[in-house]
């Protein structure tokens, strides 16, 4: 019997079976998630063993780690439309498969050509699960844990590149593959958890969907306000590094203090989580991207490192939150599986393409005008994600 996002089976259950079967679901869509994001970080912890072992250069080799974002940027939101008309659950199980083929022709690839060929295959995978993965919460999470469900959800991206990261360190041991082969275990659990959960997860889409909905308005505000947040949580890890370097401790201090601090978006999705789950409202809590001009004084313009870690990690913080409102805010404006599956399409979409341009853009600026154009930049990024929530959710919920 299929369930369609924001409607409730026609089988009553009983509380306690119903709230089991919506932890459970919560557990494994995330994991599949997190399988997504080791993907995505597999090759960044590996990256002497891969340019040595395929003669790639630095830029080469950055296109290797970005090429799953790349797909996610050109083809999320038709993605999202294709998918909301599917079972959700055997497309969940479709790209996780996809994935751990791509991740297997990786670790195994003889020349570059094969290499680059599987990350493309593997994006396809990758788009297919994190576009999937908030619909299939919508569908089968109640009320009152959908908006912490989605929270949740947010923080799946550092939590998959912790992993990649930690496994990424015995390459140096075990060789580059196996390490590589290693990142695919939570991808394999996942699909081994998911492959139950394809019955009853149909999104329930049809012509009145389209013609009644509220339009793209509201979401494309909506992914537009993500998209900046993103993209400022990952320029500020990729800026780290050289701010070390200009702040005399080195580079390699700035890579640890990365690593270290991209953990903070965890807890701040977290929080956000809490807060909606006790009844916080959604545009209140969009408020906290005010404090990140403030984090972005400390970080780019003070000189001690432990004050511009400490600035880092509530930007971090910060940005995780408020991701997490976004995410748990898109069912307020899509009030259909049509809109739904569109909306994250779309949020996946934006998101994507402000994780592309946000680097070289403030690196650009950086490099021309110093640190303060940095602060700058996040000032205005940070109004403008909150002029754009604000207009995505200024009309009443039906």
Known sequence: MGIGPGHASRTPARPGTAATGERRVIALVYLAGVSAAVALGRFVPLEAGVRDGFGLSLSAFGWLVSGITVVAACLAMPAGLWVARRDLGRVLSAGLGTMLLGGVLEVTAPVALVLYGARVLEGVGYLAVVVTGPLVLSARCGPATQQRALALWSTFIPVGMAVASAVGALGAMVGWR??????????????????????????????????????????????????????????????????????????????????????AGVPGGLSAGLLLGRGAGPRALSAAVLVLPCAAVVTYEVTPWAAVTAGAVVLQFTGGLVLAVLYAGVPSVAHSPYELGRGYGLLNQAGSVGTLLGPPAFGFAVTRTGWTSATVLVAAVALACLALFLAATRRPEP
Request: glycine share 18%; aromatic share 2%; net charge positive.
């Open 178 to 263: 196996v390490a590589g082969a290693l990142t695919l275990v939570p991808g394999l659990a996942a699909l081994a958890g998911t492959v139950g959960l394809q019955t009853g997860m149909r999104g329930e889409v049809g012509d009145r969907h389209v013609r009644h909905g509220k339009g793209v308005g509201p979401v494309l505000q909506l992914s537009l306000s993500f998209a900046l947040i993103a993209l400022l949580g990952v320029t500020a890890m990729a800026l780290l590094p050289s701010l070390a370097t200009d702040r005399g401790v080195g580079s390699a201090v700035g890579g640890v203090t990365a690593a270290v601090v991209s953990l």
